[in-house]
């Protein structure tokens, strides 16, 4: 159960390998901070636990749970909030059903996922369930924008000790492929709230079907003056047209991908996905249409797999659908050896993920038959494709980055109170026919309009004025502090991205600092860019809220070969702090080597440079020095954790993420015991370290006779508390150290 009070600092309770690496790191984290008189609790942001949280009226009175992260929705709106952010699930909708149905078969009597709501009940069902898919966590607690960067120990270690990277030819077929209009960039309309004119205040959106009837999409809208807002849509035609186009021009031996993300565009991305997944299996789709019924696309050939086994002619079926498959062009894979495809789930292929792999392997991907392969890329829309069709060419023309002598990107993100949270928020809709939506205000004056068609993807979104001057003033900030080049990733032939430019150069004409920074679009932003840390320098890139979610994976992967290990940073606008760990899209494969063998190889190093910020920040914020000491000492541990090799290996049998924890705490302690600014905290942690060092042969022993039998966690979605203590605290001699 999570704390109910506010504690000094809030640890958050996600998914899969972050978790349960919390489950060996906290107690870790909560006796050193003790000795502090720190407080660390937790706060339960897992898809199980906004699950629960969102269904207390089917659940018995043992089994509710609070809102934690309404909680802590609120809390960061606070001064006081120092919250060390873990990665969660962004639920895709096979997510979502399995972790319903594994909460089910527990004995939480919780409602399906109604997928063709006819009552009232089943309608607010939907609606509850709906508002937990996709990035539901990210746009409540994210009160400022970001900061991510890499920690200078991180960065110089990877350039001493360089991850392996794919060679890149000239003549690689690897190609990224969008749509030549009718998409989102295409059909983009913007405006800026003024008091006068796009008055501030209440709003509506409206769809017109073609015989007059009118529909209120969405109602209870409050724009305020100064706000950014834009409308735009997709055709679903012209995507399929696309699609189609694409399929049929595949080259020999190149693998035909599609990179979305079905997670955090929890509306829009799904139903791209779907309609990809339907033009490539449309005879099969057609010619069973009466037995499938009304199953959608959107799931998946996965989830169209799944309903087939539940058919009387199954075999025959699957051996049709697989034929189908066979008949085009190879796909990218996802896992050859168990034949899951590009296509299979939507959530399996993660644009910002799934590209830098890309990347990084020298335009390769695995294909059905195990081996590599060059691959086309789909990416439908033209708002950030050109970003990874420039990486790519680049990469083609120079050869792969060196990491050793590579230069190093940092961000600057707007994305507080929610800016441009695209696809992923109650302001996107598919339309159900032929008509016009229109974004209109109080007096009835409209500040968009869009003619679209049944199927197209309609949505709008806005960023505020004062998270708007928060960033720019941010970027100002973080140039000056670094003297790197700075890059406002900003298109002024793009309707969002030219308002915004309407704010950014009358601020840093008015700070006295235009000089120091450029404004360029995505494309020419990243050709320039590669070309800069190519040559061993650094930049800014300051970027919109979709773009610092891809360029905090791509530049760190292409640097450091991960992005887990990011600094990441967001200064709350009320004056607290929100510190993020790094990215979780690895985290499923790490779970199953974990459940086979006993072996977690997830990276805590996120969780250590997110501790070391958290504990500084609360020093200045409270004035209690011994949260410095504790800060300046985790940095001394990370330092270790790198220098010495001691992070987790791939392999069973190797060190992983539990021997990584008992080299950072007895590192720590050994940090802390030899300070000389805090006597009391010196003398505390001075046997700390002394039995953490005479106990080695025993915990390091110990741990690694853990590995190699399956680990039973009790649940994937909600594991069992003390099957995952066990599993992440096997060593009996470490556990009587730290408590």
Not at 22 to 42: D, K, N, W
Not at 84 to 96: D, E, F, G, R, T
Not at 134 to 158: C, F, I, T, W
Not at 480 to 507: C, M, S
């Amino acid at each position: 159960m999570a704390d109910t009070t506010t504690p000094d600092i809030v640890y958050t309770i996600v998914d899969e390998a972050p978790e349960l690496a919390s489950h060996s790191l906290l107690p870790i984290i909560r006796s050193f901070a003790e000795a502090a008189g720190i407080t660390v609790g937790t706060k339960d942001i897992s898809l199980a636990g906004r699950i629960l949280a969102n269904f207390p009226d089917y659940l018995t009175e043992d089994q509710r749970i609070p809102d934690d992260l309404a909680a802590l929705g609120e809390l960061v709106k606070t001064p006081k909030a120092n919250v060390i952010k873990l990665p969660n699930i962004s639920a895709s909708q096979p997510q979502l059903d399995a972790a319903i149905a594994e909460l089910q078969a527990k004995g939480y009597a919780l409602p399906d996922y109604p997928t063709a709501p006819a009552t009232e009940e089943e309608k607010s069902v939907r609606a509850r369930y709906d508002a937990i898919k996709g990035s539901a966590v990210n746009p409540v607690l994210r009160e400022g924008n970001s900061d991510r960067r890499a920690a200078g120990a991180v960065k110089a270690y990877a350039m001493a000790n360089p991850h392996s990277m794919g060679k890149w030819s000239a003549d690689s077929k690897t190609t990224v492929a969008s749509m030549p209009g009718y998409d989102f960039f295409a059909n983009e309309t913007s405006v800026t709230v003024t008091e006068a004119g796009a008055a501030a205040g209440p709003a509506k959106i409206v769809f017109t079907a073609k015989n007059g009837t009118e529909t209120v999409l969405k109602d209870g809208l409050k724009l305020t003056a100064g706000e950014v807002v834009d409308a735009t849509y997709m055709s679903a035609s012209a995507l399929r047209d696309f699609i189609k186009a694409e399929m049929e021009s595949m080259p020999e031996g190149v693998l035909f991908s599609v990179h979305l993300k079905a997670t955090m565009m929890k509306v829009s991305d799904p139903i791209l996905f779907g309609h990809f997944v339907a033009v490539w299996l449309e005879p099969f789709l057609q010619k069973h249409a009466d037995i499938l019924g009304d199953l959608s696309p959107n799931g998946g050939i996965g989830s169209i797999e799944a309903r087939i086994r539940t058919l009387p002619n199954a075999d025959e079926l699957l051996a049709e659908l697989k034929e189908t498959l066979a008949s085009r062009p190879p796909l990218y894979m996802v896992d050859s050896d168990r034949g899951i495809t590009n296509l299979h789930v939507p959530s399996d292929v993660i644009i910002d993920a799934s590209m830098p792999a890309v990347i990084r392997a020298g335009g390769k991907g695995w294909g059905p038959d195990g081996k590599e392969a060059d691959v086309k890329c789909c990416i439908p829309d033209n708002c950030y494709a050109p970003v990874y069709e420039e990486t790519v060419n680049y990469f083609k023309e120079t050869g792969a980055l060196d990491p050793t002598t590579s230069g190093t990107v940092q961000n600057i993100g707007l994305m507080a109170q929610k800016a441009e949270e695209y696809g992923s928020h109650p302001t996107t809709f598919e339309m159900t026919e032929h008509g016009t939506v229109a974004y209109v205000l109080a007096d009835g004056t409209v500040l968009h309009s869009h003619e679209v068609q049944k199927g197209d993807i309609w949505r709008s979104s806005t960023a505020k004025k004062a998270p708007i001057e928060d960033w720019v003033q941010l970027a100002i900030d973080r140039q000056a502090a670094t003297g790197y080049q700075a890059i406002f990733w900003l298109d002024a032939n793009r309707a969002h991205d030219a308002e915004l430019i309407k704010y950014v150069t009358p601020i840093l004409e008015a700070k006295g600092v235009a000089d120091k920074f450029a404004i360029l679009s995505p494309r020419e932003a990243t050709r320039l860019t590669l070309e800069t840390i190519r040559k061993g320098e650094n930049s800014i890139a300051i970027t919109g809220n979709v773009l610092r979610d891809y360029l905090t994976d791509l530049f760190p992967i292409l640097e450091l070969g991960t992005s887990a290990k990011m600094l990441s940073i967001v200064k709350l606008m009320q004056g607290g702090g929100l510190f993020e760990t790094g990215a979780g899209g690895s985290a499923p494969k790490h779970v199953q080597q974990l459940v086979k063998e006993n072996h977690l190889r997830w990276d805590s190093l996120g969780e250590f440079c997110a501790l070391g910020e958290s504990l500084n920040f609360l020093a200045a914020q409270t004035g209690n020095k011994k949260a410095a000491v504790l800060g300046k000492a985790v940095d001394a541990a990370t330092q270790g954790v790198l220098l010495n090799n001691r992070s987790p290996e791939r392999k069973a049998g190797q060190p992983d993420n539990r021997d990584s924890h008992y080299w950072f705490a007895r590192y720590w302690a050994e940090a802390l015991a030899a300070q000389t600014e805090d006597a009391a905290l010196a003398a505390h942690f001075a046997p700390l370290a002394e039995a953490l060092a005479a106990g080695e042969a025993d915990i390091t022993g110990e741990l690694a006779a853990a590995q190699g039998a399956p680990a039973d966690l009790g649940g994937y979605y909600k594991t069992d508390e003390a099957k995952t203590t066990a599993v992440m605290r096997p060593s009996a001699a470490l556990n009587a150290v730290i408590g």
